[in-house]
């Protein structure tokens, strides 16, 4: 078993769903927080001077959605055929893709908000409805178990709600998705 080291700042962003697969494999793993006081120092010593960082065996792999996609290659998690797999990829994707218009560095705390409740008020519900279609009657979202798709989507989902509440607007979130976070 390789010696891993998970190198990300002391919260959950895009590090959290590599702790997910880490704690559903039952995979022991270094969680190295950074503090941001200590980030401009450390910044230039990474590859493309971005985190999360997985070192493995003192190798550094760099991108969340590819240290996950390394993970779960060899699980369930990442889809139990080809097929699965290209539908699991496709669905954090689509998700990642939401996620990154997110406006996690604007300073401006107007803008921030501002950006926040249009994508919030325009681009989830439909995002949302997407994703409920897709599911149609279906339990998992991609195949018959869990995999690395419910994982991510339950972070994007959360990440939706914690907005949402932070700008104090109304949610038009289904309480299915709201109660799916808890």
Same mark, same amino acid.
């Given at each position: 078993?390789?010696?891993?080291?998970?190198?990300? !700042?002391?919260?959950?962003?895009?590090?959290?769903?590599?702790?997910?697969? !880490?704690?559903?494999?039952?995979?022991?793993?270094?969680?190295?927080?950074?503090?941001?006081?200590?980030?401009?120092?450390?910044?230039?010593?990474?590859? !493309?001077?971005?985190?999360?960082?997985?070192?493995?065996?003192?190798?550094?792999?760099?991108?969340?959605?590819?240290? #996950?996609?390394?993970?779960?290659?060899?699980?369930?998690?990442?889809?139990?055929?080809?097929?699965?797999?290209?539908?699991?990829? #496709?669905?954090?994707?689509?998700?990642?893709?939401?996620?990154?218009?997110?406006?996690?560095?604007?300073?401006?705390?107007?803008?921030?908000?501002?950006? !926040?409740?249009?994508?919030?008020?325009?681009? #989830?519900?439909?995002?949302?409805?997407?994703?409920?279609?897709?599911?149609?009657?279906?339990?998992?979202?991609?195949?018959?178990?869990?995999?690395?798709?419910?994982?991510?989507?339950?972070?994007?989902?959360?990440?939706?709600?914690?907005?949402?509440?932070?700008?104090?607007?109304?949610?038009?979130?289904?309480?299915?998705?709201?109660?799916?976070?808890?």
């Amino acid at each position: 078993m390789p010696n891993y080291k998970l190198i990300y !700042f002391n919260m959950r962003g895009r590090a959290e769903i590599i702790r997910y697969i !880490f704690a559903y494999l039952d995979i022991k793993y270094e969680d190295h927080r950074i503090e941001q006081a200590d980030w401009p120092e450390i910044k230039s010593t990474l590859p !493309f001077g971005k985190i999360p960082i997985l070192e493995v065996d003192g190798l550094n792999l760099h991108q969340s959605l590819a240290i #996950a996609r390394y993970l779960t290659r060899n699980t369930d998690l990442a889809g139990k055929t080809e097929l699965e797999q290209c539908q699991v990829d #496709a669905i954090v994707d689509t998700l990642d893709d939401f996620m990154s218009r997110f406006p996690w560095a604007e300073k401006r705390q107007d803008i921030k908000n501002q950006i !926040f409740k249009e994508l919030l008020t325009c681009d #989830a519900p439909p995002l949302l409805q997407n994703l409920d279609t897709y599911l149609g009657e279906n339990e998992w979202l991609i195949g018959d178990s869990f995999t690395a798709t419910a994982q991510h989507h339950r972070r994007v989902l959360r990440s939706v709600s914690l907005a949402w509440e932070k700008i104090k607007i109304q949610s038009v979130v289904s309480t299915e998705y709201v109660s799916f976070l808890h």
